[in-house]
């Protein structure tokens, strides 16, 4: 089993775990990795050294720190905790999602936090109407049933 250090294209860093470089090669290719905080697929792999025990070695040599704007993973475990606590707040209304905004928005219905699926004109217009909403990108792995 290999660990790879990977990175999306957003800049967030994670682990993949693999049987080979060709398994990873393969499943990079197929699209099938995604960042676990952001969903994105467009993922690299991040060098990474070999330890190395020189009992000769005068100076341990520092690791490279991550660029700044890196979540660390304990911020990343935060984050996605965040993101299950509004799924587990709010009713998934799917491609309804504007209608049910502008029901609740204007009375029609009792208010309830809500969330589902809008094309980008969509979320103008509602915004436009003074809707306050929020894009929340889900990783596939949050978006089945909350656990």
Same mark, same amino acid.
């Given at each position: 089993?290999? $660990?790879?250090?990977? %990175? ?6 994670? +682990?993949?775990?693999?049987? &080979? ?5 393969a499943q990079n ?12 697929? !467009?993922?690299? %792999? ?7 025990? #020189? &009992? ?6 520092? =690791? +490279?720190?991550?660029p700044a704007d ?12 965040? $993101?299950?606590?509004? #799924?587990?707040?709010?009713?998934? $209304? ?7 905004? %502008? ?7 009792? =208010?309830?936090? !809500?969330?589902?699926?809008a094309t980008p004109?969509?979320?103008? =217009? #509602?915004?436009?109407?003074?809707? +306050?909403?929020? &894009? ?5 792995? #949050?978006?089945?049933? $909350?656990?």
């Amino acid at each position: 089993m290999k $660990v790879l250090n990977l %990175r999306c294209a957003n800049g967030h860093g994670f +682990e993949g775990w693999f049987a &080979s470089d060709d398994e990873f090669m393969a499943q990079n290719g197929d699209g099938l990795i995604e960042c676990p905080l952001c969903a994105d697929r !467009i993922i690299s %792999r991040m060098p990474t050294a070999p330890r190395l025990n #020189l &009992s000769a070695a005068r100076e341990p040599v520092a =690791a +490279e720190a991550p660029p700044a704007d890196t979540p660390a993973p304990a911020l990343q475990a935060q984050w996605i905790e965040a $993101v299950r606590r509004v #799924l587990a707040q709010t009713d998934d $209304v799917g491609e309804r999602f504007p209608e049910e905004a %502008r029901r609740i928005h204007y009375g029609e219905i009792e =208010a309830r936090g !809500i969330r589902g699926q809008a094309t980008p004109e969509e979320r103008r =217009a #509602l915004l436009d109407e003074g809707i +306050e909403i929020m &894009s929340l990108p889900l990783p596939a792995a #949050l978006k089945g049933p $909350v656990q």
